[in-house]
């Protein structure tokens, strides 16, 4: 049971004392929060429960309050609980207790920070899902970074997370893609060729021509057109997926299932999707073309799905991939990670989840706004030379896979970003990727030290830690648990970067008040003691490093 969940019994416990005793009248609420209140001189811990009771009770907060707090149960964790105004209940916990959490949190080891919150509910989490018609660029590893630290934190709190790619490997775009790699590959047998219009004209479509060129010869150049489109295509979409795959493992990013759009066409998916909605009269023919009826269902205009030709929109292809993830594959929870570009079509995708039948709570789509890049207060221009965008290879290559994951986790998706790419590569404390990864780094030095010099510390009396830097630094520690549950309550992975900052700090402050490897005979047991505590940092940021999908170096 975590600290939260004990303090949240106490307080109820404490209430059904007041109650039984007529101190207060009789009422049950719905959830008793407990949360760690802004300002640390309030205590570790606060509730706001009288508040919320004020209404139903008819009595005053802080009345509510001192009743509550004379009838709190004794707890070996809690010192004290105090009535702050206008109506708080604050837990000051016994430090004692809080030194005796260091032995756990070692024997935790890497597997501190997880929680069972949920409990093996099956969620998949798409995101990237980039056109594989090019390169991914930068402006696609803000929402790869999210979607990726999000998975980890909800697999950490106890949920089956499935990571997906949607491959859009159907349509329109791809058969630009196909007629544009055959102009390459004709180009680079020396033909003469143009691109279609709106073709694709980056230096990486020139590259897999030429490739094609040495590895096939004139072969596709013999064949009938459609043929050679067909087979030339087939083998351009490999090529692409395979320098996306690369690109992604790159920045420490790996996907479960990469799946088809094609699928839903040659499986079924969209037929039984289109079926369904034609059924319930949800599809409406009008203008020569389908219509998806979202003004029945609250949306401000109706949609089109099935175009005039016959050839299915985007959106349709929406409806069958939802359907599929639901109706098919079973999923508890959806989310997906989307482009602001996107932000527009979100109400009508859960529209039509909910015409299917599922419930759109169970979907929830993040729009990850824009970032600006800069070189200190100069704004990066995102095209080079050739025309070509920057890509997300150059981006990681130049700043480093770390500097990426805990830049882009910085901010909220929902807001945008300045990513300072010399910022990012600057080793002082002044770059907050540096800052933290140091604390790692010292941490492990002093754990070597202890080594070098024989010094076992696993029968360490961890009651001997009572200095103000020690408790500061294991209640720090002690936060990441209630941070994982947090963000996987709310889906904020952004919270991360800023957890290990404070603790990183937490960590410094420790150390330039706290000598922890002491020479002297008699000191040996305190420094047993912190030197435990120390492994304990090292498990917590260690862990938080790892949530972001960042390396924890020994040495920097």
Avoid at 160 to 176: F, H, L
Avoid at 192 to 201: F, H, R, S
Avoid at 209 to 217: F, I, N, R, T, Y
Avoid at 490 to 496: I, T, V
Wanted: hydrophobic content about 45%; overall charge negative.
């Amino acid at each position: 049971m975590s600290i939260k969940t004990e303090l949240a019994q106490l307080i109820r416990d404490a209430l059904a004392a007041a109650q039984r005793s007529g101190a207060l009248p009789e009422h049950d609420p719905d959830e008793v929060a407990v949360e760690r209140p802004q300002k640390a001189e309030h205590g570790d811990f606060a509730s706001s429960l009288p508040l919320k009771l004020a209404r139903p009770l008819r009595m005053a907060p802080m009345a509510i309050a001192q009743k509550l707090a004379e009838r709190m149960p004794t707890s070996e964790a809690v010192e004290r609980v105090t009535v702050a105004p206008p109506g708080f209940l604050n837990v000051r916990l016994k430090p004692s207790w809080l030194a005796s959490q260091v032995d756990d949190v070692i024997a935790a080891g890497e597997a501190f920070g997880n929680i069972g919150l949920g409990e093996g509910t099956r969620v998949q989490v798409e995101f990237v899902s980039v056109n594989p018609t090019g390169p991914l660029h930068v402006g696609h590893a803000r929402g790869a970074v999210i979607g990726s630290a999000l998975a980890d934190v909800l697999q950490a709190a106890g949920y089956d997370v499935e990571r997906e790619y949607y491959i859009n490997d159907a349509g329109s775009q791809m058969d630009r893609f196909n007629q544009s790699l055959y102009v390459r590959y004709l180009q680079a047998l020396g033909r003469d060729a143009e691109l279609p219009e709106g073709g694709y004209k980056g230096e990486y479509m020139a590259a897999f021509g030429k490739e094609l060129a040495a590895e096939h010869g004139d072969r596709f150049a013999k064949m009938p057109q459609p043929d050679a489109l067909r087979d030339i295509g087939k083998i351009g979409l490999e090529k692409m997926l395979g320098a996306i795959r690369e690109d992604l493992e790159l920045l420490r990013i790996r996907m479960d299932v990469w799946f088809s759009e094609r699928s839903l066409f040659e499986n079924g998916q969209y037929d039984e999707a289109m079926g369904i909605l034609e059924k319930k009269g949800m599809l409406v023919e009008r203008e020569g073309a389908k219509w998806f009826a979202s003004t029945a269902v609250g949306e401000d205009k109706d949609n089109v799905v099935i175009r005039g030709n016959g050839s299915p929109t985007y959106f349709a292809s929406d409806i069958a991939y939802h359907y599929d993830k639901f109706a098919k594959r079973g999923f508890d929870t959806v989310i997906d990670i989307w482009g602001a570009d996107h932000q527009g079509h979100i109400a009508r995708v859960k529209a039509a989840a909910a015409a299917l039948g599922t419930d759109p709570d169970r979907l929830t789509i993040l729009a990850v706004q824009i970032v600006t890049f800069k070189r200190r207060d100069e704004v990066v221009r995102l095209s080079k030379r050739s025309g070509d965008i920057i890509t997300l290879r150059e981006l990681v290559q130049e700043v480093g896979a770390d500097a990426c994951r805990f830049l882009f986790l910085s901010r909220s998706p929902d807001a945008q970003l300045e990513f300072d790419m010399e910022l990012a590569k600057e080793q002082s404390a002044d770059n907050p990727v540096y800052y933290v990864q140091y604390a790692h780094a010292r941490i492990a030095s002093i754990l070597a030290l202890a080594k070098e010099r024989g010094i076992a510390f696993d029968d360490g009396d961890t009651s001997l830690l009572s200095h103000e830097a020690e408790l500061a630094l294991i209640r720090k520690i002690m936060e990441l648990p209630d941070l994982v549950e947090l963000m996987a309550r709310k889906l904020e992975p952004h919270h991360l970067p800023h957890y290990a900052m404070e603790l990183a700090t937490a960590f410094h402050w420790f150390y330039g008040q706290c000598r922890v490897v002491s020479s002297e005979p008699g000191d040996l047991p305190l420094t047993k003691a912190r030197l435990k505590l120390v492994d304990a940092a090292r498990i917590g940021l260690s862990r938080s490093l790892r949530l972001m999908g960042m390396d924890a170096p020994d040495k920097m």
